[in-house]
């Protein structure tokens, strides 16, 4: 099992940028999924993450600017970045719950990707 993300890169402070998280392998649920993020010299924090059911929670910095939304067929989890500031500048993580197709349950992420913000 593994996570591939794309989407980042360098954008203008007001800016969007959307993030895209697949997950491929011997896949057979995944349960919650989540992005995180890591600013030089900062901890990882959790940044938004959804249930199998949809539920969503957002860390309160970015609430009303990030989406986060899935797609169960796709094994694919996006965020949506809107109104970016100078301080969302970081690695973003993705994170997913997998029960593999010998029911074992894991946590798996993403090798990361760059979002700057700055102009």
């Known amino acids: 099992v593994q996570l591939v993300e794309s989407g980042g890169g360098l954008v203008q402070p007001g800016g969007s940028l959307r993030l895209s998280c697949a997950a491929s392998g011997s896949i057979f649920s995944i349960n919650a999924m989540a992005w995180y993020r890591q600013a030089p010299g900062k901890q990882r924090e959790l940044v938004a993450q959804?249930?199998?059911?949809?539920?969503?929670h957002y860390t309160d910095s970015v609430k009303g600017r990030f989406t986060i939304s899935r797609d169960n067929a796709k094994n694919t989890v996006y965020l949506q970045m809107n109104s970016l500031k100078p301080e969302d500048t970081a690695v973003y993580y993705c994170n997913a719950q997998i029960v593999d197709s010998d029911y074992a349950v894991g946590d798996y992420w993403g090798q990361g990707t760059q979002v700057t913000v700055s102009s």
């Open positions: 959804i249930t199998s059911g949809g539920y969503t």
